[in-house]
Protein backbone atom coordinates (compact mmCIF):
# COMPACT_ATOMS: atom_id res chain seq x y z
CA UNK A 1 0.00 0.00 0.00
CA UNK A 2 2.63 2.04 0.77
CA UNK A 3 4.83 1.80 -2.66
CA UNK A 4 1.71 2.39 -4.05
CA UNK A 5 0.91 5.70 -2.48
CA UNK A 6 4.77 6.85 -3.34
CA UNK A 7 4.09 5.79 -6.71
CA UNK A 8 1.20 7.55 -6.93
CA UNK A 9 2.98 11.09 -5.78
CA UNK A 10 5.98 10.39 -7.76
CA UNK A 11 3.70 10.04 -10.90
CA UNK A 12 1.55 13.73 -10.09
CA UNK A 13 5.19 14.90 -9.86
CA UNK A 14 6.64 13.95 -12.61
CA UNK A 15 3.30 15.24 -14.00
CA UNK A 16 3.23 18.85 -12.43
CA UNK A 17 6.94 18.98 -13.73
CA UNK A 18 6.26 18.01 -16.99
CA UNK A 19 3.15 21.08 -16.94
CA UNK A 20 5.33 23.48 -15.16
CA UNK A 21 8.27 23.47 -18.15
CA UNK A 22 5.86 23.12 -20.81
CA UNK A 23 3.85 25.84 -19.62
CA UNK A 24 7.32 28.11 -19.16
CA UNK A 25 8.22 27.13 -22.68
CA UNK A 26 4.86 28.32 -23.72
CA UNK A 27 5.46 31.56 -21.78
CA UNK A 28 8.83 32.43 -22.80
CA UNK A 29 8.45 31.35 -26.28
CA UNK A 30 5.29 33.58 -26.56
CA UNK A 31 6.97 37.00 -25.41
CA UNK A 32 9.71 36.79 -27.03
CA UNK A 33 7.63 36.38 -30.21
CA UNK A 34 5.16 39.13 -29.17
CA UNK A 35 8.28 41.17 -28.52
CA UNK A 36 10.04 40.73 -31.79
CA UNK A 37 6.53 41.64 -33.44
CA UNK A 38 4.90 44.16 -31.45
CA UNK A 39 7.81 45.63 -29.49
CA UNK A 40 7.88 47.40 -26.26
CA UNK A 41 6.42 45.75 -23.12
CA UNK A 42 3.50 44.33 -25.51
CA UNK A 43 4.41 40.96 -24.18
CA UNK A 44 4.22 41.67 -20.27
CA UNK A 45 0.24 40.98 -20.00
CA UNK A 46 0.25 37.79 -21.67
CA UNK A 47 3.69 36.87 -19.37
CA UNK A 48 1.59 37.56 -16.10
CA UNK A 49 -1.68 36.20 -17.01
CA UNK A 50 -0.33 32.66 -18.39
CA UNK A 51 2.33 33.02 -15.04
CA UNK A 52 -0.89 33.32 -12.58
CA UNK A 53 -3.43 30.88 -14.42
CA UNK A 54 -0.27 28.35 -14.67
CA UNK A 55 0.22 28.31 -11.29
CA UNK A 56 -3.34 27.70 -10.62
CA UNK A 57 -2.50 24.94 -12.98
CA UNK A 58 0.21 23.50 -10.77
CA UNK A 59 -2.10 24.22 -7.36
CA UNK A 60 -5.19 22.41 -9.16
CA UNK A 61 -5.45 19.81 -6.44
CA UNK A 62 -5.67 21.72 -3.41
CA UNK A 63 -9.08 22.89 -5.03
CA UNK A 64 -9.92 21.63 -8.18
CA UNK A 65 -13.23 23.61 -8.54
CA UNK A 66 -11.89 27.12 -6.67
CA UNK A 67 -8.44 26.96 -8.84
CA UNK A 68 -10.24 26.18 -12.36
CA UNK A 69 -12.78 29.33 -11.23
CA UNK A 70 -9.66 31.61 -10.66
CA UNK A 71 -8.34 30.77 -13.89
CA UNK A 72 -10.86 31.52 -15.96
CA UNK A 73 -11.56 35.00 -13.94
CA UNK A 74 -8.21 35.51 -14.54
CA UNK A 75 -8.11 34.62 -18.44
CA UNK A 76 -11.70 36.49 -18.90
CA UNK A 77 -9.91 39.55 -17.68
CA UNK A 78 -7.15 39.09 -19.48
CA UNK A 79 -9.24 38.87 -22.31
CA UNK A 80 -11.23 42.12 -21.92
CA UNK A 81 -7.95 44.27 -20.84
CA UNK A 82 -6.21 43.04 -24.17
CA UNK A 83 -9.01 44.47 -25.96
CA UNK A 84 -9.23 47.39 -24.75
CA UNK A 85 -5.94 48.45 -24.49
CA UNK A 86 -4.95 47.22 -27.98
CA UNK A 87 -3.13 44.48 -26.84
CA UNK A 88 -2.00 41.31 -27.97
CA UNK A 89 -5.21 38.95 -28.20
CA UNK A 90 -5.83 36.43 -25.00
CA UNK A 91 -5.73 34.04 -24.15
CA UNK A 92 -2.45 33.47 -25.40
CA UNK A 93 -1.20 29.67 -25.69
CA UNK A 94 0.14 29.66 -22.74
CA UNK A 95 -2.93 30.61 -20.95
CA UNK A 96 -4.96 28.30 -22.83
CA UNK A 97 -3.04 25.29 -22.10
CA UNK A 98 -2.69 25.82 -18.09
CA UNK A 99 -6.82 26.95 -18.75
CA UNK A 100 -6.78 22.81 -21.19
CA UNK A 101 -5.61 21.68 -17.63
CA UNK A 102 -7.41 22.89 -15.33
CA UNK A 103 -10.66 22.67 -17.14
CA UNK A 104 -9.93 18.37 -18.04
CA UNK A 105 -8.96 17.91 -14.46
CA UNK A 106 -12.13 19.67 -12.91
CA UNK A 107 -14.57 18.07 -15.21
CA UNK A 108 -12.50 14.55 -14.83
CA UNK A 109 -12.90 14.84 -10.73
CA UNK A 110 -15.51 17.24 -9.73
CA UNK A 111 -19.08 16.79 -9.15
CA UNK A 112 -21.55 17.10 -12.44
CA UNK A 113 -22.96 20.38 -11.42
CA UNK A 114 -19.51 21.93 -11.01
CA UNK A 115 -17.64 20.27 -13.58
CA UNK A 116 -20.97 21.74 -16.20
CA UNK A 117 -20.22 25.48 -14.52
CA UNK A 118 -16.36 25.10 -15.04
CA UNK A 119 -16.19 23.81 -18.96
CA UNK A 120 -19.24 26.89 -19.41
CA UNK A 121 -16.85 29.40 -18.17
CA UNK A 122 -14.09 27.82 -20.47
CA UNK A 123 -16.82 27.97 -23.48
CA UNK A 124 -17.44 31.89 -21.76
CA UNK A 125 -13.86 32.67 -22.38
CA UNK A 126 -13.29 31.13 -25.49
CA UNK A 127 -16.64 33.08 -27.06
CA UNK A 128 -14.96 35.89 -25.29
CA UNK A 129 -11.90 35.99 -27.37
CA UNK A 130 -14.25 35.19 -30.59
CA UNK A 131 -16.06 38.60 -29.24
CA UNK A 132 -12.80 40.42 -29.06
CA UNK A 133 -11.16 39.18 -32.38
CA UNK A 134 -14.23 41.75 -34.46
CA UNK A 135 -13.45 42.25 -37.09
CA UNK A 136 -12.82 38.53 -37.90
CA UNK A 137 -9.37 38.71 -40.56
CA UNK A 138 -7.61 35.75 -40.49
CA UNK A 139 -4.75 37.24 -38.18
CA UNK A 140 -7.16 38.20 -35.47
CA UNK A 141 -8.91 34.54 -35.31
CA UNK A 142 -5.85 32.69 -34.80
CA UNK A 143 -5.81 33.27 -30.90
CA UNK A 144 -9.41 32.42 -30.59
CA UNK A 145 -9.02 29.11 -32.23
CA UNK A 146 -6.39 27.95 -30.54
CA UNK A 147 -8.61 28.96 -27.85
CA UNK A 148 -11.06 26.80 -28.42
CA UNK A 149 -9.58 24.18 -29.43
CA UNK A 150 -8.12 23.45 -26.53
CA UNK A 151 -11.00 23.89 -24.56
CA UNK A 152 -12.57 20.93 -26.99
CA UNK A 153 -9.78 18.87 -25.89
CA UNK A 154 -9.52 19.58 -22.48
CA UNK A 155 -13.57 19.10 -22.35
CA UNK A 156 -12.77 15.41 -24.24
CA UNK A 157 -9.74 14.55 -21.91
CA UNK A 158 -12.06 14.86 -18.83
CA UNK A 159 -14.82 13.17 -20.24
CA UNK A 160 -12.79 10.44 -20.97
CA UNK A 161 -11.34 10.15 -17.73
CA UNK A 162 -14.60 10.81 -16.32
CA UNK A 163 -15.79 7.28 -17.73
CA UNK A 164 -13.14 5.58 -16.96
CA UNK A 165 -13.33 6.37 -13.57
CA UNK A 166 -17.24 5.64 -13.71
CA UNK A 167 -15.66 2.41 -15.29
CA UNK A 168 -13.88 1.22 -12.53
CA UNK A 169 -15.73 2.21 -9.55
CA UNK A 170 -19.11 0.14 -11.18
CA UNK A 171 -16.62 -2.68 -11.94
CA UNK A 172 -15.11 -2.56 -8.08
CA UNK A 173 -19.21 -2.05 -7.02
CA UNK A 174 -19.79 -5.28 -9.02
CA UNK A 175 -16.90 -6.97 -6.77
CA UNK A 176 -18.15 -6.21 -3.80
CA UNK A 177 -22.03 -6.81 -4.20
CA UNK A 178 -20.73 -10.20 -5.64
CA UNK A 179 -18.73 -10.56 -2.63
CA UNK A 180 -21.53 -9.66 -0.11
CA UNK A 181 -23.59 -11.82 -1.63
CA UNK A 182 -21.75 -14.94 -1.40
CA UNK A 183 -21.12 -14.03 2.83
CA UNK A 184 -24.13 -13.66 2.73
CA UNK A 185 -25.63 -16.88 1.56
CA UNK A 186 -23.08 -18.33 3.25
CA UNK A 187 -23.59 -16.80 6.87
CA UNK A 188 -27.24 -18.08 6.14
CA UNK A 189 -26.47 -21.54 5.14
CA UNK A 190 -24.38 -22.46 7.88
CA UNK A 191 -26.23 -20.62 10.62
CA UNK A 192 -30.08 -21.55 9.46
CA UNK A 193 -29.28 -24.80 9.15
CA UNK A 194 -27.56 -25.42 12.84
CA UNK A 195 -29.78 -23.01 14.67
CA UNK A 196 -32.52 -24.86 13.35
CA UNK A 197 -31.38 -27.84 14.49
CA UNK A 198 -30.75 -26.53 17.75
CA UNK A 199 -34.64 -24.77 17.82
CA UNK A 200 -35.91 -28.60 17.42
CA UNK A 201 -33.95 -30.22 20.12
CA UNK A 202 -34.55 -27.61 22.12
CA UNK A 203 -38.15 -28.10 21.44
CA UNK A 204 -38.00 -31.97 21.96
CA UNK A 205 -35.93 -31.80 25.42
CA UNK A 206 -39.24 -29.49 26.69
CA UNK A 207 -41.71 -31.85 25.38
CA UNK A 208 -39.29 -35.24 27.03
CA UNK A 209 -38.83 -33.25 30.15
CA UNK A 210 -42.56 -32.33 30.88
CA UNK A 211 -43.27 -36.28 30.45
CA UNK A 212 -41.59 -36.62 33.86
CA UNK A 213 -38.13 -36.67 35.77
CA UNK A 214 -38.15 -40.64 34.46
CA UNK A 215 -37.58 -38.84 30.80
CA UNK A 216 -33.60 -37.50 31.91
CA UNK A 217 -31.83 -39.49 29.76
CA UNK A 218 -33.80 -38.56 26.72
CA UNK A 219 -33.35 -34.53 27.62
CA UNK A 220 -29.40 -35.14 28.49
CA UNK A 221 -29.65 -36.56 24.68
CA UNK A 222 -31.25 -33.45 23.57
CA UNK A 223 -28.97 -31.09 25.19
CA UNK A 224 -25.96 -32.94 23.96
CA UNK A 225 -27.57 -32.90 20.54
CA UNK A 226 -27.99 -28.74 20.83
CA UNK A 227 -24.42 -28.54 21.99
CA UNK A 228 -23.44 -30.58 18.64
CA UNK A 229 -25.20 -28.19 16.88
CA UNK A 230 -24.26 -25.35 18.00
CA UNK A 231 -20.01 -26.04 18.36
CA UNK A 232 -20.90 -26.41 14.45
CA UNK A 233 -22.67 -23.13 14.22
CA UNK A 234 -19.43 -21.93 15.87
CA UNK A 235 -16.95 -23.75 13.51
CA UNK A 236 -18.56 -22.75 10.81
CA UNK A 237 -19.05 -18.99 11.93
CA UNK A 238 -15.44 -19.01 12.24
CA UNK A 239 -14.90 -20.23 9.30
CA UNK A 240 -16.49 -17.49 7.51
CA UNK A 241 -15.05 -14.49 9.58
CA UNK A 242 -11.67 -16.05 8.94
CA UNK A 243 -12.07 -16.32 5.30
CA UNK A 244 -13.60 -11.84 5.53
CA UNK A 245 -10.95 -11.33 7.55
CA UNK A 246 -8.25 -12.96 4.86
CA UNK A 247 -6.70 -15.33 7.21
CA UNK A 248 -3.87 -17.04 6.04
CA UNK A 249 -5.32 -20.28 8.59
CA UNK A 250 -9.03 -19.70 7.43
CA UNK A 251 -10.31 -23.65 7.05
CA UNK A 252 -11.91 -24.00 3.31
CA UNK A 253 -15.26 -23.06 3.09
CA UNK A 254 -16.39 -25.05 0.42
CA UNK A 255 -17.52 -28.82 1.59
CA UNK A 256 -16.74 -31.64 -0.47
CA UNK A 257 -19.28 -34.10 -1.62
CA UNK A 258 -18.47 -36.54 1.32
CA UNK A 259 -19.78 -34.30 3.88
CA UNK A 260 -23.44 -35.42 2.39
CA UNK A 261 -23.35 -38.12 4.27
CA UNK A 262 -22.13 -36.49 7.13
CA UNK A 263 -25.47 -33.85 6.88
CA UNK A 264 -27.90 -36.41 6.05
CA UNK A 265 -26.87 -38.75 9.06
CA UNK A 266 -27.57 -35.38 11.56
CA UNK A 267 -30.20 -34.44 10.05
CA UNK A 268 -31.72 -38.04 10.59
CA UNK A 269 -31.05 -38.17 13.86
CA UNK A 270 -33.54 -35.74 15.10
CA UNK A 271 -35.83 -35.80 11.60
CA UNK A 272 -37.64 -37.89 9.61
CA UNK A 273 -35.47 -40.92 7.67
CA UNK A 274 -33.66 -39.93 4.88
CA UNK A 275 -31.84 -41.90 1.50
CA UNK A 276 -29.49 -40.36 -0.02
CA UNK A 277 -28.18 -41.70 -3.44
CA UNK A 278 -24.92 -40.22 -4.69
CA UNK A 279 -23.16 -40.87 -8.60
CA UNK A 280 -19.74 -42.67 -8.71
CA UNK A 281 -17.96 -39.84 -10.58
CA UNK A 282 -18.10 -37.17 -7.21
CA UNK A 283 -14.43 -36.58 -7.09
CA UNK A 284 -14.54 -35.13 -10.65
CA UNK A 285 -16.53 -32.22 -9.80
CA UNK A 286 -15.52 -28.33 -9.50
CA UNK A 287 -15.37 -26.65 -6.05
CA UNK A 288 -18.00 -24.51 -7.07
CA UNK A 289 -20.45 -27.20 -7.80
CA UNK A 290 -19.50 -28.99 -4.63
CA UNK A 291 -20.39 -26.28 -2.45
CA UNK A 292 -23.85 -25.43 -4.16
CA UNK A 293 -25.01 -29.65 -4.29
CA UNK A 294 -24.26 -29.23 -0.64
CA UNK A 295 -25.94 -26.15 0.22
CA UNK A 296 -29.03 -27.14 -1.33
CA UNK A 297 -29.47 -30.31 0.41
CA UNK A 298 -28.85 -28.31 3.42
CA UNK A 299 -31.10 -26.06 2.70
CA UNK A 300 -33.61 -28.39 1.88
CA UNK A 301 -33.32 -30.22 4.61
CA UNK A 302 -33.73 -27.01 6.63
CA UNK A 303 -36.88 -25.94 5.29
CA UNK A 304 -38.10 -29.63 5.75
CA UNK A 305 -37.45 -29.72 9.47
CA UNK A 306 -39.10 -26.40 9.61
CA UNK A 307 -42.02 -26.79 7.10
CA UNK A 308 -42.97 -30.51 7.05
CA UNK A 309 -42.59 -31.91 10.47
CA UNK A 310 -45.18 -34.52 9.96
CA UNK A 311 -42.92 -35.62 6.81
CA UNK A 312 -41.68 -39.23 7.37
CA UNK A 313 -39.49 -40.41 5.02
CA UNK A 314 -36.77 -37.88 2.87
CA UNK A 315 -35.10 -38.56 -0.09
CA UNK A 316 -32.02 -37.04 -1.42
CA UNK A 317 -30.83 -38.34 -5.14
CA UNK A 318 -27.97 -36.77 -7.04
CA UNK A 319 -27.40 -37.45 -10.17
CA UNK A 320 -25.20 -37.80 -13.06
CA UNK A 321 -27.04 -36.12 -16.35
CA UNK A 322 -26.03 -35.44 -19.78
CA UNK A 323 -26.47 -31.72 -18.66
CA UNK A 324 -24.15 -32.07 -15.53
CA UNK A 325 -25.94 -32.97 -12.12
CA UNK A 326 -29.46 -32.68 -10.81
CA UNK A 327 -29.93 -32.33 -7.06
CA UNK A 328 -33.81 -33.38 -5.68
CA UNK A 329 -34.52 -33.16 -2.57
CA UNK A 330 -38.53 -34.67 -1.98
CA UNK A 331 -40.61 -35.49 1.26
CA UNK A 332 -43.69 -37.63 1.92
CA UNK A 333 -45.25 -34.59 4.16
CA UNK A 334 -48.93 -34.23 3.55
CA UNK A 335 -49.79 -31.27 1.27
CA UNK A 336 -50.14 -27.89 3.09
CA UNK A 337 -51.51 -25.07 1.09
CA UNK A 338 -49.86 -22.50 3.44
CA UNK A 339 -46.51 -24.22 2.95
CA UNK A 340 -46.43 -24.32 -0.82
CA UNK A 341 -47.80 -20.23 -0.80
CA UNK A 342 -44.98 -19.31 1.29
CA UNK A 343 -42.46 -20.95 -0.27
CA UNK A 344 -43.47 -20.12 -3.44
CA UNK A 345 -43.43 -16.13 -2.07
CA UNK A 346 -40.31 -16.94 -0.82
CA UNK A 347 -38.84 -17.53 -4.19
CA UNK A 348 -40.93 -15.19 -5.88
CA UNK A 349 -40.81 -11.99 -3.60
CA UNK A 350 -38.08 -12.10 -1.24
CA UNK A 351 -39.86 -13.16 1.65
CA UNK A 352 -37.40 -14.87 3.16
CA UNK A 353 -33.72 -15.81 1.76
CA UNK A 354 -33.54 -19.86 1.57
CA UNK A 355 -34.80 -20.44 -1.57
CA UNK A 356 -33.45 -17.08 -3.05
CA UNK A 357 -30.00 -17.78 -1.80
CA UNK A 358 -30.55 -21.42 -3.18
CA UNK A 359 -31.88 -19.89 -6.69
CA UNK A 360 -29.19 -17.39 -6.46
CA UNK A 361 -25.90 -19.66 -5.81
CA UNK A 362 -27.53 -22.28 -8.49
CA UNK A 363 -28.26 -19.77 -11.23
CA UNK A 364 -24.65 -17.84 -11.14
CA UNK A 365 -23.09 -21.55 -11.92
CA UNK A 366 -25.17 -21.37 -15.08
CA UNK A 367 -27.65 -24.19 -13.74
CA UNK A 368 -31.78 -24.16 -12.51
CA UNK A 369 -33.68 -24.49 -9.94
CA UNK A 370 -37.32 -25.66 -9.66
CA UNK A 371 -39.37 -25.93 -6.19
CA UNK A 372 -42.56 -27.22 -5.51
CA UNK A 373 -45.52 -29.66 -4.55
CA UNK A 374 -45.51 -32.89 -5.68
CA UNK A 375 -48.27 -34.38 -7.63
CA UNK A 376 -49.35 -36.92 -5.24
CA UNK A 377 -47.92 -35.95 -1.26
CA UNK A 378 -44.80 -33.79 -0.07
CA UNK A 379 -42.59 -31.20 -1.98
CA UNK A 380 -39.25 -31.87 -4.06
CA UNK A 381 -36.30 -29.09 -4.52
CA UNK A 382 -34.79 -30.03 -8.29
CA UNK A 383 -31.47 -28.51 -9.15
CA UNK A 384 -29.72 -28.91 -11.84
CA UNK A 385 -26.04 -27.82 -12.15
CA UNK A 386 -23.38 -27.92 -14.70
CA UNK A 387 -20.16 -29.65 -14.26
CA UNK A 388 -17.92 -26.76 -16.41
CA UNK A 389 -18.57 -23.57 -14.87
CA UNK A 390 -19.33 -21.08 -17.70
CA UNK A 391 -21.48 -17.94 -17.91
CA UNK A 392 -24.45 -18.06 -15.86
CA UNK A 393 -27.27 -18.39 -17.86
CA UNK A 394 -31.55 -17.07 -16.40
CA UNK A 395 -32.60 -20.11 -14.61
CA UNK A 396 -36.19 -20.59 -13.78
CA UNK A 397 -38.60 -22.02 -11.13
CA UNK A 398 -41.70 -23.09 -10.68
Known sequence: MH??????????????????????????????????????????????????????????????????????GVAAVAVVVAWLADLPAEPAPAVSLALAVLVASAIRTLPTRRAAVVAGGGLAVVAGSWLAAVPFVPEATVIPTVSAATWLAAVAAGLGGRLLVARREAAVERVRRDERLAVARE???????????????????????????????????????????????????????????????????????????????????????????????????????TTAVYRVVQESLTNITRHAPQARTVTVDVRRVPEGLTVEVSDDAPHAGARAADAIDTLDTGGGYGLIGMRERVVSLGGTLRAGPRPDVGWTVLAMLPLTVGNPTAGEHR
Do not use: C, K, Y
Open 187 to 289: LHDVVAHHITGMVVQAQAAQIVAARGPDEAARVAESLAGIEAAGSEALTSLRRVVGLLRDADDASPVAPGPESLSTLVSRFGDRGPEVRLRLPDDRPAWPAEV
Open 3 to 72: TTGRGTALARAAADLLIGLTLAAALLFTAAALAASWGGLSWLPGLIAGTIVGAFALLRRRDRFGTALAGL
